[in-house]
């Protein structure tokens, strides 16, 4: 265990780590959020997640950006960004709304066991990733550089650069905004409506399957959100993408309370700290392997997460 | 006829819980329904909001077939409940739930209105705003239920079971507030296995036994009559 | 009953759909047809079409493919089929695409397996099936020390790569302190491990990355903290790619030196043009401009763009067998006794090759190549030092 290697660089660690958290957040913000609603696990969420990536590809490629462009000026990095955002926000949502079209509501309607929905959500899962494997030949996507990485400041050995503090600010933004929709608005109380009591939701007049519509819709900009920090920091897709990180970001979602938002926000940023310190320690390889002891020892002593409230009983 | 419901069949699976009942309420009215646990009155006050699918006969509200329609339409037609066993959200404060109350309507200076008319009918609902519903005693709960469901501004009101585990004291309360809201204009269907209540309140009442309406009249024959009273009235 | 019988068929359709696109990836349309003379051989590409690092695979079967068309061209009573078997680089999808081509008596001779982890897979099927190969890129030394008689080797393998990167660190480069990553695979870890040796005390840190890792964080603060002033990566473009970028996103300046794996412009379109400049690949490969006739011509003429990496190697691999058939060598056995002893000029070097199928010592040739601008360009001829 290499201590002196985890001190030496701690300041470092907890920043990458942190950015890498945000975004496992992001995602992890629609596995809660289905989860809430419907106590189902959509696990067609990490290609959700994958088809973000390449929507803010596609977005970039529509208005001429390319991979090997040179960096562009500081007005056109800001439209290239929101492009992009639009891009993977659009992509991702229509994907996820594919899914509970196409997937799950046919389910609901005949009233199908959990079980059923469980394996659908896999299967609508692997057939996407496959899909659009075969569709770009399961080839790797370069991103066009937005911006030069350099660091902002340094605070003791920290150094924070203006990628990992984008990333970590944007997704807390998101985050919040997210959290004010949900917990402020009229259509953020109708979702938490049907998430309580679905039937006395109906009773005040609230339509169910509209309100599910709009779940999807949240968790897939979210993703897309994500979709588009990853493209920032990684700078690379594929197809097969989705799985690990889905993975990760449900571990989070249920680290910090899976149906609690802001268990969502703490899980991920935990994850992305729990994986950089570990590898610091144990080694790269053992990266997964300390992230998901973490989670099991977690789960043993609060069996809900670390926040562990439900969507419909998490409280502004 | 506000409402009315034509030989109206609802099962849960093969079991039928309702077979064939037939009933209607005018504008203005209470009207009661008692009858034992399991005999349907829950069951026909969800088929009545939508929430329970009939299988065979009709509902109507205004002279308009509304069997076919979804739950959520129902409410903004005219139709609100206050359900059984106080179906508050409990992770929400009392403002919220009664938000909630008004969810389908945009009218805000009619909703700040009849906020304010709840507020007035229950001075401890204002008094706790921002509580949480599920921190608040049953009393407190079967308020806001009831408050809740006037948010909607309803043309007829279901109560399902309100004095179910209150106190005697705040039972009286309850059904006094009732006949305000009646007062007020609005119809009200009541269900109640309080039938001594129930039946001193209301115009008109139905007696639901297993799944089939038995009998009914204004509330003062049912007072009145001997069967009633045996089964329902404790009185030997 | 009759309803849950209903529920579940509701989930035909998408467990049909999911079996579909499986299904589609391993449909090979095994054709047998019965023998008729010597004029329908076949031989096989087998390597990575589709997947992260196909770009390489791409290279080769194009290598392969101008040397069967000009061959047809040549012999138009008597054409070669040229097979494809797309591994996706992945070593688990090896074992039944090997199987597949033993089962095809039709086949006499295989270009490929590409990558030095999938030969591990794939080599000892084609062995039981007496099926002769002769790659033209796996470099792993170890696979011509497993007794595997059909296996031959085009290019010269990681014992004279590794101490060629290795010198090339320590005589051009300068560096003081390397740090050396491998990415667990056949192929890069064995050529990594060359390269410590060939370091020794220089080495100043090492680390592992999965094949198919895309976020690099933790191997990028370790290069960071040791201080190192130059990198050497063992492994393919696909995970290269994003870790460099990664690597220059913290700062990280030392000088990135890596392998024929990554000797591809998937490495640039992964790291960005900026991320990229200035790194160094090795790789026992010749330019395209350097093989010899009207190679480089050719290959430009038909695919429009320049030959890719193992481009010319792949042709010569394949004409190797083109001279059998043309030979009448239309047998397994006959192929291999006709491949063992093969002993002539091909467009990269003289083709002969030794008891292990590897190609004679000083045939070897390592190249090292930068990048300039987002293109890889030749550097220098490193001499092989073993």
Known sequence: MNFEFLFANIGDLTVTGLSQGAIYALIALGYTLVYGLLKLINFAHSEVFMMGTFG????????????????????????????????????????????????????????????????????????????????????????????????????????????????????????????????????????????????????????????????????????????????????????????????????????????????????????????????????????????????????????????????????? | MLLELQDLVVSYGRIEALHGISLGIEQGEIVALIGANGAGKTTTMRAISGLRAAHRGKIFLEGRDITRMRADRRVVQGISQAPEGRGIFPGMTVMENLDLGCYTRRDAAMIAEDRERVFTLFPRLAERRKQLGGTMSGGEQQMLTIGRALMARPKILLLDEPSMGLAPMLIQQIFAIIKEINGQGTTVLLVEQNAQQALSLAHRAYVLETGSIVRSGTGEELLADPAVQEAYLGVA | MNSRIKRSLAVLPVALLVAGAMGACSNNGNGTTTASGKCDSKIAFFGALTGPNANLGINIYNGAKLAVDQYNAKNSNCKVTLVQKDSQGDEKQ?????????????????????????????????????????????????????????????????ASQGPAAASYIKDTVKAKKVFVIDDTTAYGKGLADQVKKSLGGMVGGTDTVQPKQTDFQATVAKVKASKADAIFYGGYYAEAGPFVKQLRAANVNAKFVSDDGVKDPGFVAGAGKASAEGSVVTCPCIPGDEAKGTFFADYKKKFGKEPGTYGPEAFDSANVFLDGIKAGKTSRAAMLSFVNSYDKDGVTKHIKFDKNGEIAKSEIVIWSYQIKGGEIVKDTEIKATS
């Not at chain 1, 933004?173 to 979702?191: A, C, E, K, P």
């Open chain 3, 94 to 158: 090896a074992p039944a695409l090997a199987q597949n081509l033993v089962q095809d008596p039709k086949v006499v001779g295989v270009v490929g397996p590409a990558f030095s982890g999938e030969s591990e897979a794939a080599d000892g099927i084609l062995e039981q099936g007496n099926l002769p190969l002769i790659t033209a890129s796996a470099t792993n030394p170890t696979l011509a020390q497993k007794g595997w008689k059909v296996f031959h080797r085009m290019l010269g393998n990681d």
């Open chain 1, 56 to 316: 803010a590809l596609f977005a970039w490629q529509l208005v001429g950006l390319h991979e090997n462009n040179p960096i562009p000026s500081v007005p056109m990095m800001i439209v290239y960004l929101l492009v992009g955002l639009v891009g993977a926000a659009v992509w991702s949502g229509v994907t996820a709304l594919a899914v509970e079209f196409v997937a799950y509501r046919p389910l609901r309607r005949r009233n199908a066991p959990r079980l059923v929905f469980l394996i659908t959500a896999i299967g609508a899962s692997l057939a996407i990733s496959e899909a659009v494997g075969i569709a770009t030949g399961r080839q790797q996507f370069g991103m066009p550089d937005l911006f030069k990485t350099t660091t902002l400041v340094t605070i003791g050995d920290a150094h924070i650069t203006n990628l990992d503090l984008g990333v970590i600010v944007a997704a807390i933004v998101m985050m919040v905004v997210l959290d004010q929709f949900i917990n402020r608005t009229r259509l953020g109380r109708g979702i938490r409506a049907v998430a309580q009591d679905s039937d006395t939701a109906a009773l005040m007049g609230i339509n169910k399957n509209r309100v599910i519509v709009l779940t999807f819709v949240l968790g897939g900009v979210m993703a897309g959100a994500a979709a588009l920090l990853y493209n920032l920091k990684i700078g690379v897709t594929r197809a097969d993408i989705g799985f690990l990180l889905g993975i990760k970001a449900f571990t989070a979602a249920v680290l910090g309370g899976i149906g609690n938002l802001r268990g969502a926000l703490l899980g991920g940023l935990a994850l992305g700290l729990v994986e950089n310190y570990g590898s610091a320690l144990f080694g790269t390889s053992w990266r997964d392997v300390v992230a998901f002891a973490v989670l099991v020892i977690i789960l043993m002593f609060r069996p809900t997460g670390l926040l562990g409230e439900s969507l419909g009983k998490a409280r502004a």
